[in-house]
C-alpha cells in the first residue's frame, strides 16, 4: 500500500483550484489500482508509460493535473496483449480488468482495469483504498505502429474511423429509419472488409459494441516495428492525425515524480506532449470526455442510499414510538 503523506488528504488550492478531500482520496485510490498494474508489469517485464493528461501532469505539475481526475497509460501492443491475458489472473482479488480482448468485454477501444464493480464502504475495501468508497480504475491505451505507406495509412484510419462511428451509431438509445440503415450498412462493411462474423443476432448493445473493438483491436496487428516509423492509438488518429509519435520518442521509459512517487514516461516526452497539445506549458482548462467529478455519479447515488435509509430507521423510530405507546395506554387501562 502505498504511504501517503497525511497533509496529501487535505484540501488544497492548486494554481488557482480547489481540489477538495474528497478527490485528494479519489486520486489516492487511483494510484493503488496504478500500483498494481505496475507491479503485474513489472514481474513479467511489461513497459507502461504515462499518457494523455497523466503525462501533462507528471511533467508540469510533477503530478495530478489539478483538474483532472482519471489516470491514462500506454502500452505498446505487444506488452499491452500480453498483459491483457495475465493481468485477470494476477490483479488482486475483486480487481476486474475490461476490455474487448477479454471475456467480460468493454464498450471502448482501450481497455481500463477497476479495483471491483461497484461502490463499496467494506472495512477492507477502505482500509486498502484510503477510505474510497468509489468504483476507481486506470484506463490503458495501445500504441501500434503506423504504416509508412501513405495509402495503406489512409485505408487504416478509414477502417479506424468506421469502427468509431459504427459503435457511436450503436449506443444510441433511439435511431431513426436512416440511421439504423446506416448502422447496417456499416456493420455488413466491417464484415466484409474484415472477414469477420459480428453474430449480430445473439449479440446487441455493449456486447456489439465491444464485438466492434475486438475487431479493431485486431486489425492493429497488421503491422509492427519494422513497416513503419511512427506509434498511434489508433482511434485517437482516425479522428485527429496529429496525434503521431514517432517510435524513437518510446524506445525507453525514464522516471517522472508524480504525487511524491515516480513514474515511467516516454524519453521523448517532450515532443509527445507537443505532438499532443502544443505549447503545453500553457495552462488552461478543458472540458473532459466524462463528467468531473469522475465519481459524480457514484456520490450522488451513495446520498441516495444514505437518505433512504435514514427514512427507513425514520420510520421503524416512528413504528416503535407507536408501539409502546398502545402498550402504555393498554397497561394503564
Known amino acids: 500500500m502505498l504511504d501517503f503523506p497525511q497533509e496529501f488528504f487535505e484540501e488544497e488550492v492548486r494554481e488557482g483550484f480547489t481540489i477538495d478531500k474528497t478527490m485528494k482520496i479519489f486520486w489516492s485510490a487511483e494510484m493503488e489500482v496504478l500500483r498494481e498494474v505496475a507491479e503485474v508489469c513489472e514481474r513479467h517485464g511489461l513497459q507502461w508509460y504515462a499518457a494523455y493528461g497523466t503525462l501533462l501532469g507528471a511533467i508540469r505539475h510533477e503530478g495530478y493535473v489539478p483538474w483532472d481526475d482519471d489516470v491514462d497509460i500506454w502500452m505498446k501492443r505487444e506488452d ?17 480488468v475490461e476490455s474487448p480482448l477479454t471475456e467480460r468485454g468493454y464498450k471502448e477501444f482501450h481497455s481500463c482495469v477497476f479495483n471491483g464493480t461497484t461502490i463499496s464502504v467494506d472495512e477492507e475495501r477502505l482500509r486498502n483504498f484510503h477510505g474510497c468508497p468509489f468504483l476507481v480504475g486506470v484506463d490503458i491505451f495501445p500504441l501500434d505502429y503506423l504504416p509508412d505507406n501513405e495509402e495503406e495509412r489512409q485505408g487504416q484510419k478509414t477502417i479506424f ?11 444510441q438509445e433511439e435511431r431513426t429509419e436512416e440511421e439504423e440503415a446506416d448502422l447496417q450498412d456499416a456493420l455488413d ?21 465491444s464485438a466492434v473493438y475486438k475487431v479493431a483491436n485486431q486489425l492493429c496487428t497488421c503491422y509492427n516495428e519494422n513497416d513503419g516509423d511512427y506509434l ?9 492525425s496529429h496525434k503521431i509519435y514517432k517510435k524513437e520518442w518510446f524506445s525507453e521509459a525514464v522516471q517522472q515524480p508524480f504525487e511524491g512517487f515516480l513514474i515511467p ?26 463528467e468531473y467529478p ?30 409502546k405507546r398502545k402498550r402504555m395506554e393498554e397497561s394503564e387501562a
Not at 468509431?164 to 451509431?169: C, R, S
Not at 514516461?265 to 466524462?290: C, F, M
Not at 469522475?294 to 407507536?322: M, P, S
Request: negative net charge.
Open 161 to 171: 474511423y468506421l469502427l468509431g462511428l459504427t459503435a457511436m451509431l450503436i449506443r
Open 294 to 323: 469522475l465519481y459524480g455519479k457514484q456520490l450522488r447515488y451513495l446520498h441516495e442510499v444514505v437518505e433512504g435509509l435514514e427514512e427507513k430507521y425514520a420510520r421503524i423510530d416512528e413504528v416503535i414510538a407507536e408501539n
Open 265 to 290: 514516461v516516454p524519453v521523448g516526452y517532450d515532443e509527445v506532449l507537443k505532438a499532443i497539445y502544443g505549447d503545453y506549458n500553457v495552462r488552461y482548462r478543458t472540458g473532459t470526455s466524462h
Open 189 to 209: 462493411t466491417i464484415e466484409e472488409f474484415c472477414g469477420v462474423n459480428l453474430d449480430r443476432e445473439n449479440q446487441q448493445g455493449e456486447k456489439l459494441i
Open 80 to 96: 499491452y496483449d500480453k498483459f491483457m491475458k495475465i493481468a485477470p489472473k494476477e490483479l488482486p482479488k475483486g480487481y476486474i
Open 232 to 240: 498511434v492509438m489508433y482511434m485517437d488518429y482516425a479522428k485527429w
